[in-house]
């Protein structure tokens, strides 16, 4: 499953959404999951000692694996 939000990187976490009634389910990447601010997205990029580059190098290794799953 891809991002809901940039619909380019693995989604790796998932929400779900409850307004009113309607309950919805959304699947964010690592980067888009840390730009929202996901609160133990923040803590554990900042537990880990991890930069925006290190997020992007995580979002490539996962989008390579999963073509590969696909491929294979």
Same mark, same amino acid.
């Given at each position: 499953?891809?991002?809901?939000r940039? @619909?380019?990187? =693995? &989604?790796?976490? /998932? =929400?779900t959404? =409850?307004? %009113? @009634?309607?309950?919805? @389910? $959304?699947?964010?990447?690592?980067?888009? &999951?840390k730009?929202?601010?996901? &609160?133990?997205?923040?803590? /554990? =990029?900042?537990?880990?000692?991890? #930069? #925006?580059?290190?997020?992007? &190098?995580?979002? $490539? $290794?996962?989008?390579?694996?999963? %073509? #590969?799953?696909?491929?294979?």
């Amino acid at each position: 499953m891809l991002c809901s939000r940039c @619909n380019k990187n =693995v &989604a790796v976490i /998932f =929400v779900t959404k =409850v307004e %009113g @009634n309607k309950q919805t @389910n $959304e699947g964010l990447c690592l980067s888009c &999951a840390k730009s929202i601010g996901i &609160a133990p997205i923040e803590q /554990f =990029v900042c537990q880990m000692g991890m #930069d #925006d580059n290190d997020i992007n &190098a995580i979002n $490539e $290794e996962l989008n390579t694996m999963m %073509g #590969d799953l696909e491929n294979g």
